[in-house]
């Protein structure tokens, strides 16, 4: 599961898919002034300025190495929480490890 | 490690992964972090089950279990536990493998709250997925050969059928079933869930299982930490039994001590 198919096209353009792929950092993208809602761990939530799931991390004040997330039920690889680009209505699940036999 | 009255080849060999000890202990329910962390260390387990849950995004609190135990000392087991489908149940695992690196779930998929019992059709289904995926699968299972067969069948690299319902500390409610299950598969026999108290942990090693998970028998003892170097003790003399291989039984009795040369007899 590389997580980036399914988003794929949708508002970016060929460069920016192109970066996608590529696993860089989209040039030109700057943190949105609007809102965004998403949908987190089952609360809906209005976040101001994300545009990547590193973004929704730290506004989360949730350290990257700890957890795993999922963005409509694709797994989305840590090295790519900087480049997987968030939209409106996502639906993003974020796990830890918790005691459990 | 902490098996060192075993001889030193016997290991419990998952996926070509060896450990020493074969006792497997789960992370649940303990008071403290500090406490399961003691626990662990005394159970002179390798491997450990977790469990991934949703982060509270309300409220992320700083301390987390993965402070207290290890990666690198112990093999992190994370479950599937609350999965009631297949689907659920392989988010998970894929969660759990990006979340912390390791190829290796305990893949459970639960079929009735009450008693916590496998649905098998979906845990087949499951571990099949996986399987196909790239994941070592260990699937708690119930205590049914022919489903033990078909997990084995579909690629799994061990079984884990449960001695009694999880939490339940019934013991074993079905020796010979874990037996017929040993006979038929080729992978490890784990058996998880159920175990009350020591003894049951010896019987199950007697039996020939290849290990024992548990979590409550040892995190609701009125001290876990006694009961966990309980069940270190009772899972190494288990195994010890069963290497040594037990008498067999007889109705009567056979006299230990020599029957001449007792003082007052006449022959």
Redesign the interface.
């Known amino acids: 599961m590389n997580g980036c198919g399914a988003c794929l096209g949708r508002g970016r353009s060929s460069a920016e898919a192109a970066a996608f792929l590529l696993g860089v950092p989209i040039p030109g993208r700057r943190p949105s002034t609007g809102t965004m809602k998403l949908k987190v761990n089952g609360e809906s939530l209005e976040l101001n300025g994300i545009v990547t799931v590193r973004d929704l991390l730290h506004s989360l004040k949730l350290q990257p190495g700890r957890v795993a997330v999922e963005v409509n039920l694709e797994v989305i690889p840590k090295d790519r929480y900087e480049t997987t680009a968030l939209h409106e209505g996502d639906e993003v699940e974020i796990v830890s490890f918790v005691g459990g036999g | 490690m902490m098996a060192e009255d075993l001889p030193a080849n016997d290991c419990l060999e998952i996926a070509g992964r060896k450990f020493r000890s074969r006792l497997i202990v789960?992370?649940?329910?303990?008071a403290s972090f500090a406490q399961?962390r003691d626990a662990v260390e005394r159970s002179g387990a390798e491997i450990v089950?977790?469990?991934?849950?949703?982060?509270n995004?309300?409220d992320?609190t700083k301390e987390?279990?993965?402070d207290y135990l290890d990666p690198k000392k112990y093999t992190?087991l994370?479950?599937t536990?609350g999965c009631y489908t297949a689907e659920d149940a392989i988010?998970?695992c894929?969660?759990?493998?990006?979340?912390?690196g390791w190829e290796m779930v305990k893949l459970e998929v639960i079929g009735d709250e009450k008693t916590l019992f496998p649905d098998t059709e979906q845990l087949v289904k499951a571990a099949a997925q996986l399987v196909k995926?790239g994941f070592i699968v260990l699937p708690y299972t119930n205590d049914d050969p022919i489903v033990a067969r078909k997990l084995e069948d579909v690629g799994c690299q061990a079984v884990m059928p449960l001695a009694a319902p999880?939490?339940s500390g019934l013991g074993i409610r079905n020796p010979y079933n874990i037996l017929i299950i040993k006979e038929q598969v080729r992978v490890p026999v784990i058996v998880d869930?159920g175990v009350g108290t020591a003894s049951d942990a010896t019987i199950t090693m007697e039996l020939g299982a290849d290990g024992v998970?548990?979590?409550?028998a040892i995190a609701g003892a009125k001290d876990p930490l006694m009961m966990a170097e309980a069940m270190r003790h009772a899972v190494i003399a288990g195994r010890q039994a069963y290497l040594a291989g037990r008498i067999p039984m007889k109705l009567y009795a056979t006299a230990s001590s020599p029957l001449t040369g007792i003082i007052g007899r006449s022959f």
């Open positions: 789960g992370t649940g329910k303990y399961n089950t977790v469990a991934v849950r949703r982060v995004i309300l992320p987390n279990l993965l992190i994370p479950n536990a988010r998970t894929r969660l759990a493998r990006e979340g912390g995926e999880i939490g869930a998970l548990m979590n409550t």
